[in-house]
């Protein structure tokens, strides 16, 4: 792991699944160079939380009670595209969520990124033994 990400949360949760949450340490400022963005593999998260690797991953809100995709797009309404972030950019291209990312994990090792003091849950689904 960075030295500027912490596991904050690891559950079991009914059923197949664990929600994992991850935060970044530092505020803006706070450091030189551990301020900066962490970005990192969520594959690596289950390997230092002695996982297995899930089938999928859902990104949820901070609080764990809906899907970020879903509070977003009640948030946005027809403004929000699947993709997902925050508000239109000023030239109407992606979205952003201010200084957050907000991007769903991206690659075959399910990058994210996390910004100054962020905090991301994740819901990790596994297959039925």
Same mark, same amino acid.
Do not use: C
């Given at each position: 792991?960075? /030295?500027?990400?912490a596991?904050?949360?690891? *559950?079991?949760? /009914? &059923?197949d699944?664990? %929600? =994992?949450?991850v935060?970044h340490?530092? &505020?803006l400022? *706070?450091?030189?160079?551990?301020?900066?963005?962490?970005s %990192?593999?969520?594959?690596? %998260?289950w !390997?230092?939380?002695r996982l297995?690797?899930?089938?999928?991953? *859902? *990104?949820l809100?901070?609080?764990?009670?809906?899907?970020? =995709?879903? $509070? =977003?797009?009640?948030?946005?309404g027809?403004r929000f595209?699947?993709? #997902? &972030? &925050?508000?239109?950019?000023?030239?109407?291209g992606?979205?952003?969520?201010? !200084? %957050? @990312?907000?991007?769903?994990? +991206?690659?075959? $090792? $399910?990058?994210?990124?996390? +910004?100054? =003091?962020q905090?991301?849950?994740?819901?990790? @689904? #596994?297959?039925?033994?």
């Open positions: 792991l960075p /030295p500027n990400v596991i904050l949360t690891v *559950e079991k949760q /009914p &059923g699944s664990v %929600l =994992l949450r935060g340490r530092y &505020g400022g *706070e450091d030189a160079k551990l301020s900066k963005d962490a %990192l593999p969520l594959r690596t %998260l !390997r230092v939380a297995k690797a899930p089938v999928s991953v *859902e *990104e809100s901070l609080t764990a009670n809906q899907p970020k =995709l879903a $509070m =977003l797009a009640r948030r946005h027809k595209r699947s993709s #997902y &972030g &925050g508000a239109p950019d000023k030239d109407g992606g979205y952003t969520a201010g !200084r %957050l @990312h907000s991007e769903p994990p +991206a690659g075959p $090792m $399910m990058r994210v990124t996390l +910004a100054p =003091l905090i991301r849950t994740f819901l990790l @689904h #596994y297959a039925s033994e």
